[in-house]
Antibody, heavy 123, light 106 residues
Framework: EVQLVESGGGLEQPGRSLILSCTTS????????MSWFRQAPGKGLEWVGL??????????EYAASMKGRFTISRDDSKDIAYLQMNSLNTEDTALYYC??????????????WGQGTLVTVSS | DIQMTQSPSTLSASVGDRVTITCRAS??????LAWYQQKPGKAPNLLIY???TLESGVPSRFSGSGSGTEFTLTISSLQPDDFATYYC?????????FGQGTKLEI
């Protein structure tokens, strides 16, 4: 059974950093892209970024508004994906989801999702 | 970025109804479109990919159609479990973008 479990969320002050983890099981992690999304309270889904699988060089893509502040990485030996968030601001308050990507020609769609971890940025 | 626009934003319907949700892309995305269902407090669930391919385990009352810039999600006979919010997502190019969602309510 495919499982994704996010962790690392919580209350953080503006300007600080936070690292989220996505621990996976039930599939060959190294072969899949992993992506992060977020959803602010009462709002829609916003894509954060993605890291490709080993076959595609584990390269990354980011939403323009988060590029430079957020970094996605992965540890294939542990089957974990990470989202490092720097210079947090109140607009980063959201439920953060990780998910598994299935490739198309260029981009991806997403077939398995974790339950999310809540990040609250407030002084 | 490719903009995705769903309509309607809210849809009121009854059990047994046939409903259709529309998703329009700001430029052609071929058939690179997915639909997701999200229930309150839960993660999104993939329903359809490549515009019309049903994800394994998804009931056959769900169907998708379209190509280019206009797409539809149809539920042939609403069940109580179907009342949720539905999102379309284009994966023709980066960044991945979603419609704003359609809330299907009783």
């Amino acid at each position: 059974e495919v499982q994704l479990v996010e962790s690392g969320g919580g209350l953080e002050q503006p300007g600080r950093s936070l690292i989220l983890s996505c621990t996976t099981s039930g599939f060959t992690f190294v072969n899949y892209a992993m992506s992060w999304f977020r959803q602010a309270p009462g709002k829609g889904l916003e894509w954060v970024g993605l890291i490709r699988g080993k076959t595609y060089g584990e390269t990354t893509e980011y939403a323009a508004s988060m590029k430079g502040r957020f970094t996605i990485s992965r540890d294939d030996s542990k089957d974990i994906a990470y989202l490092q968030m720097n210079s947090l601001n109140t607009e980063d308050t959201a439920l953060y989801y990780c998910c598994r990507g299935r490739p198309a020609i260029i981009s991806y769609y997403f077939d398995y999702w974790g339950q999310g971890t809540l990040v609250t940025v407030s002084s | 970025d490719i903009q995705m626009t769903q309509s309607p934003s809210t849809l009121s319907a009854s059990v047994g109804d046939r409903v259709t949700i529309t998703c329009r892309a700001s430029q052609s995305i071929s058939s690179w479109l997915a639909w997701y269902q999200q229930k309150p407090g839960k993660a999104p669930n993939l329903l359809i990919y490549q515009a019309s391919t049903l994800e394994s385990g998804v009931p056959s009352r769900f169907s998708g159609s379209g190509s280019g810039t206009e797409f539809t999600l149809t539920i042939s006979s609403l069940q109580p479990d179907d009342f949720a919010t539905y999102y379309c997502q284009q994966y023709d190019s980066f960044p991945c973008t979603f419609g704003q969602g359609t809330k299907l309510e009783i």
